[in-house]
């Protein structure tokens, strides 16, 4: 089988590489996650490893070339011998390409690289809407490979005139989801990807030949694979090991699941975030209960005095300043950073719920859906002075009025967070509602 080698993205904005040096040599057998090359942009270099077993053919850079992202640069083959022009990866005649609809003229957006043998990686979402304008550093979509969940930023300013692939979809990389033009258009494109479509060129790049040289920004290379589940290994994984995501293992681990039960169905790996639903649905069939629920579970709760006078005046200062900002957005950014870099948050106040996406800066954590990281149970302005609530599905905080101070609950099991980790969550959380400056800075 044909896996193509293409220059990877190291940035997110970043057009070119410069190929540093290659490892092996042309015609040279090679092995899954060896060392192909080293690969330089104005930010970072890397080593970048070989995605299957076979031979190195069809090298076309050499060291010291500067080139595009996404262009292919040799080919991994079951023999020594370069394919056929026009062969693809099942070693059939490649048939014509099947014609795409007509697309807006701009900068494409390609699915980058973010792991050094990834080959595909699947969109968990877009943060803009078909026709909006975004600046260079808005974050356009988030990206998750087996290893990662990333924020890619726009990289251009512009307007989002096509969207070329929807959330869930797994997409190789390399190829074309998205289209950024510098004028509105009237009529964006909004799709699901299509492995059969042709990425469109850019604006100032016009469509050429399909080739082994051509970038992957401009034509579609007729080897990608046809079908977007090409990642999704079906062989078995390493004799005990279960391939899955950082997400999904931490998803899994609030839940109480065990991974190995998706694995014993026959579900193929690696698996993603996307497959929680299966692994409950696994969970239920063995006849588990979640281990927050078992009897027997060790509990944790902690407790953290604060003095509410900062927080009612950040939040003040926040609400009139910041235009997406609420108490409870704000004490849920507090939360998500002090539980990790970004986190869902649940707001349970009054009788009333909202989830958010909590990240470090206020004006980004907004209302998403999905199951929480953390829960808050925020009863400043209840009777209630004290609270040592249950812990869920998820680490749960409760927030009282005690006095002058507010008292600060954490619950929760082992199978959540060990006793440690949830004394440094707690301990970050403490400090950021004694002195709500410090999540600024």
């Given at each position: ?47 970048v ?13 050499r060291?010291?070339?500067e ?7 040799a ?5 020594a ?20 609809d ?72 390399g ?37 082994e ?7 579609a ?61 696994a969970?239920?069939?063995?006849g ?7 009897p ?62 909590a ?6 954590t907004?209302?998403?859906?999905g ?58 959380f ?12």
């Amino acid at each position: 089988m044909r896996h193509d080698i293409i220059m990877p993205a190291l940035g997110m904005a970043q057009d070119t590489g410069t190929l540093l040096a290659w490892h092996k040599s042309e015609g040279e057998a090679v092995t899954q996650g060896e060392t192909l090359f080293e690969v330089e942009t104005d930010k970072s270099t890397m080593e970048v490893e070989a995605p299957a077993s076979g031979f190195l053919v069809s090298v076309s850079a050499r060291d010291g070339d500067e080139i595009p992202v996404g262009q292919v640069i040799a080919i991994i083959s079951d023999t020594a011998d370069a394919p056929a022009p026009g062969e693809t990866a099942d070693k059939e005649p490649v048939e014509a390409a099947q014609k795409p609809d007509s697309l807006p003229t701009g900068k494409p957006i390609i699915m980058p690289v973010l792991g050094m043998s990834q080959d595909s990686g699947v969109l968990v979402g877009w943060n803009k809407e078909p026709g909006d304008a975004v600046k260079q550093d808005d974050i356009l979509f988030e990206v998750e490979t087996d290893k990662s969940v990333v924020e890619v930023p726009a990289g251009v300013d512009g307007y989002l005139a096509a969207r070329l692939a929807a959330a869930g979809d797994d997409v190789p990389t390399g190829e074309t989801i998205a289209i950024i033009s510098e004028d509105p258009v009237s009529d964006p494109v909004d799709r699901a990807y299509s492995s059969s479509a042709v990425p469109a060129a850019s604006a100032d790049q016009p469509s050429v030949e399909v080739s082994e040289k051509a970038p992957a920004t401009t034509v579609a290379e007729p080897a990608a694979p046809k079908q977007p589940e090409v990642s999704r290994r079906r062989e078995p994984a390493p004799e005990g090991k279960v391939l899955a995501s950082p997400k999904l293992k931490r998803l899994a681990h609030q839940a109480g699941y065990d991974l190995a039960h998706l694995a014993a169905t026959g579900h193929p790996q690696p698996f993603h975030a996307r497959d929680f639903e299966a692994l409950r649905q696994a969970h239920e069939t063995a006849g588990k209960r979640s281990e927050f629920a078992a009897p027997g579970a060790v509990i944790t709760r902690l407790s953290a005095r604060v003095s509410p006078v900062a927080l009612d005046a950040f939040l003040d200062w926040a609400t009139g300043h910041i235009e997406s900002a609420s108490d409870a957005s704000v004490i849920a950014a507090f939360a998500g950073a002090s539980l990790a870099d970004q986190a869902t948050v649940r707001i349970d106040r009054r009788g009333t719920s909202e989830t958010y996406s909590a990240r470090q800066r206020l004006s980004e954590t907004v209302a998403t859906e999905g199951e929480p990281d953390v829960i808050i149970h925020d009863l400043r302005g209840t009777f209630i002075s004290s609270a040592e609530l249950p812990p869920e599905s998820a680490p749960v905080i409760a927030i009282v009025s005690s006095g002058d101070e507010l008292m600060l609950t954490l619950t929760c099991t082992n199978a959540l967070l060990a006793g440690k980790d949830a004394a440094v969550v707690l301990d970050n959380f403490a400090g950021r509602m004694a002195d709500p400056l410090r999540h600024l800075f």
